[in-house]
């Protein structure tokens, strides 16, 4: 029995023509090949399943090809070369993963080897994948070798997340941003891996893949692969709908309005339709999260602040619900619970509530079922004021580094608590440009004491439960409206 391929291995990109979506990145790497002016170190940065390490290996393939044309990038797949790095086993390809051991061996190994020749080719090329997860002494010997690269080096750094990288590293590399493909492009790519293959999929069933595929053409090429082996027949919408356990947005959008317009019984017996559809009830909380960002986002950009207070809130509620979801025996019963809550208090809220929109967005009352570890570091309204006061005066590139903050007022003593290490780590470096305007808010003899939360103490928030779950995100979703668009989601 031949060894079973995967559909996105299968259907790689073998040809810059085959890139789907990134022809800016695809034209400038074609034209730098082709006219010999290949950069030293690449940077493609971009959601995960856009094609970025797929865009790296065909740089690799193209310039070690013996069978490409004078005027052409494409690789020819044919000669020795191609069809080693199209096996994988081609010794001028050397690809590391950063997020599986944080590179510090192979990096180490990378200096010590750098300088020999390549196997076959010309070039040998360096893909270092989640470049954002090696740690500093990796970085440091990477940047060591960037600073004096030899000749016959090109590395190609892919990460989902650019911000992390060092930029001393950023610096020294051609940046390609690589963009989320459209629903168009990812249905037109399944059309055509669905018509090689010889199955049926309506166009609707296609249309739904690509749209919960959210931009990354791995994830629908992954969701085509699990329909492909379960239908007998042709791939419908409905058929397509129950197999991936995806509720119809539509249900999900007139749910939602339910929850937001406070009608709990109707919540209630709409949610039922969803799950006897078959829906899975993760991807219907999903779908809700998806649903309230939309409308977040919406609120923000009009500067509606009582409904994006209001969103923010259920969207915390639905965040919690992700993660419980998960690990509860009865995760109907759950949801079923939280919906009506939340529909109830939207009504209760509704009824009570002032029509005039509170001045400061931070003010936002807490999710209902608060992690604990919070409750006692929640900081007073003046506190919080006072801080975002002062972080609205710095640069945004600095500004970003204390997004995940928690402040602390001590009399002129400000404690900040991190969430996560780069960031603590970066804000102490950044300490000289928050520090005049710390000492405007706290007085002259204010000082600055940088905590880096234990992780293991308060496991249970800050293990993210879903990706929009990160502190980060959230913060940059409450006071940041203009940078809203940069939430990504990152499946596991
Ligand atoms: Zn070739």
Same mark, same amino acid.
């Given at each position: 029995?031949?060894? #079973? !391929?995967?559909? #996105?291995?299968?259907?790689?990109?073998?040809?810059?023509?085959?890139?789907?979506?990134?022809?800016?990145?695809?034209?400038?790497?074609?034209?730098?090949?082709?006219?010999?002016?290949?950069?030293?170190? #690449?940077?493609?940065?971009?959601?995960?399943?856009?094609?970025?390490?797929?865009?790296?290996?065909?740089?690799?393939?193209?310039?070690? /090809?013996?069978?490409?044309? @004078?005027?052409?990038?494409?690789? /020819?797949?044919? /000669?020795?070369?191609?069809?080693?790095?199209?096996?994988?086993?081609?010794?001028?390809? =050397?690809? &590391?993963?950063?997020?599986?051991?944080?590179? &510090?061996?192979?990096? @180490?190994?990378?200096?010590?080897?750098?300088?020999?020749?390549?196997?076959?080719?010309?070039?040998?090329?360096?893909? =270092?994948?989640?470049?954002?997860?090696?740690?500093?002494?990796?970085?440091?010997?990477?940047?060591?070798?960037?600073?004096?690269?030899?000749?016959?080096?090109?590395?190609?750094?892919?990460?989902?997340?650019?911000?992390? =990288?060092?930029?001393?590293? &950023?610096?020294?590399?051609?940046?390609?941003?690589?963009?989320?493909?459209?629903?168009?492009?990812?249905?037109?790519?399944?059309?055509?891996? $669905?018509?090689?293959?010889?199955?049926?999929?309506?166009?609707? $069933?296609?249309?739904? =893949?690509?749209?919960?595929?959210?931009?990354?053409?791995?994830?629908?090429?992954?969701?085509?692969?699990?329909?492909?082996?379960?239908?007998?027949?042709? &791939?419908?919408?409905?058929?397509?709908?129950?197999?991936?356990?995806?509720?119809?947005?539509?249900?999900?959008?007139?749910?939602?309005?339910?929850?937001?317009?406070?009608?709990? %019984?109707?919540?209630?017996?709409?949610?039922? @339709?969803?799950?006897?559809?078959?829906?899975?009830?993760?991807?219907?909380?999903?779908?809700?999260?998806?649903?309230?960002?939309?409308?977040?986002?919406?609120?923000?950009?009009?500067?509606?602040?009582?409904?994006?207070?209001?969103?923010?809130?259920?969207?915390?509620?639905?965040?919690?619900?992700?993660?419980?979801?998960?690990?509860?025996?009865?995760?109907?019963?759950?949801?079923?619970?939280?919906?009506?809550?939340?529909?109830?208090? $939207?009504?209760?809220?509704?009824?009570?509530?002032?029509?005039?929109?509170?001045?400061?967005?931070? !003010?936002?009352?807490?999710?209902?079922?608060?992690?604990?570890?919070?409750?006692?570091?929640?900081?007073?309204?003046?506190?919080?004021?006072?801080?975002?006061?002062?972080?609205?005066?710095l640069n945004r590139t600095v500004r970003a580094? #204390?997004?995940? $903050?928690?402040?602390?007022?001590?009399?002129?003593?400000?404690?900040?608590?991190?969430?996560?290490?780069?960031?603590?780590?970066?804000? !102490?470096?950044?300490?000289?440009?928050?520090?005049?305007?710390?000492?405007?808010?706290?007085?002259?003899?204010?000082?600055?004491?940088?905590?880096?939360?234990?992780?293991?103490?308060?496991?249970?928030?800050? @293990?993210? %439960?879903?990706?929009?779950?990160?502190?980060?995100?959230?913060?940059?979703?409450?006071?940041f409206?203009g940078r809203?668009?940069?939430?990504?989601?990152?499946?596991?």
């Amino acid at each position: 029995m031949p060894e #079973y !391929q995967s559909l #996105y291995r299968k259907y790689r990109s073998q040809t810059f023509a085959d890139l789907v979506g990134q022809d800016a990145a695809s034209r400038a790497l074609q034209g730098a090949i082709v006219s010999r002016r290949v950069a030293h170190a #690449y940077l493609f940065s971009g959601s995960r399943g856009t094609g970025k390490t797929s865009a790296a290996r065909l740089l690799a393939k193209a310039l070690n /090809c013996t069978g490409r044309g @004078r005027d052409s990038a494409e690789p /020819c797949n044919a /000669c020795q070369s191609c069809v080693e790095m199209t096996a994988g086993s081609a010794l001028d390809l =050397i690809e &590391i993963d950063a997020a599986s051991n944080r590179g &510090i061996d192979e990096i @180490r190994d990378l200096r010590e080897k750098v300088n020999l020749a390549p196997a076959l080719g010309p070039f040998k090329v360096y893909i =270092i994948d989640e470049a954002h997860m090696l740690t500093e002494p990796a970085f440091n010997a990477l940047l060591k070798t960037l600073e004096e690269p030899p000749g016959h080096i090109v590395f190609v750094l892919c990460t989902t997340d650019a911000q992390k =990288i060092p930029l001393t590293v &950023i610096g020294r590399c051609q940046q390609f941003v690589f963009r989320r493909h459209s629903e168009e492009q990812i249905a037109s790519r399944l059309s055509y891996i $669905a018509g090689t293959e010889k199955v049926s999929v309506d166009a609707d $069933a296609m249309a739904l =893949i690509a749209r919960t595929a959210q931009g990354s053409m791995r994830d629908a090429v992954g969701l085509l692969d699990q329909l492909v082996p379960l239908a007998s027949g042709p &791939i419908s919408l409905e058929s397509a709908r129950s197999l991936l356990g995806i509720a119809d947005p539509r249900l999900l959008d007139s749910l939602l309005d339910d929850v937001l317009a406070g009608r709990a %019984a109707e919540a209630l017996t709409e949610l039922n @339709r969803v799950y006897a559809a078959g829906a899975e009830l993760r991807q219907v909380v999903r779908g809700l999260m998806e649903g309230c960002r939309d409308r977040l986002v919406a609120a923000l950009s009009k500067r509606d602040q009582t409904t994006a207070r209001r969103l923010s809130s259920v969207l915390d509620a639905l965040l919690h619900l992700d993660g419980e979801v998960r690990r509860h025996a009865e995760p109907r019963f759950l949801v079923e619970a939280t919906l009506a809550r939340l529909a109830v208090e $939207a009504e209760t809220g509704s009824a009570t509530q002032p029509a005039v929109a509170a001045p400061v967005v931070e !003010q936002v009352s807490p999710p209902p079922a608060p992690p604990s570890h919070e409750v006692g570091r929640r900081p007073a309204g003046g506190e919080v004021r006072g801080w975002s006061e002062g972080l609205e005066k710095l640069n945004r590139t600095v500004r970003a580094v #204390y997004l995940d $903050a928690q402040p602390e007022v001590d009399g002129s003593l400000l404690v900040l608590w991190f969430g996560y290490g780069v960031h603590h780590k970066k804000a !102490q470096e950044q300490s000289a440009q928050l520090m005049p305007h710390v000492r405007a808010w706290l007085g002259d003899d204010a000082k600055i004491d940088y905590r880096l939360r234990d992780n293991d103490a308060t496991k249970p928030a800050q @293990r993210p %439960a879903s990706p929009e779950d990160d502190p980060f995100v959230r913060e940059i979703v409450r006071r940041f409206d203009g940078r809203v668009t940069r939430v990504k989601e990152v499946s596991e």
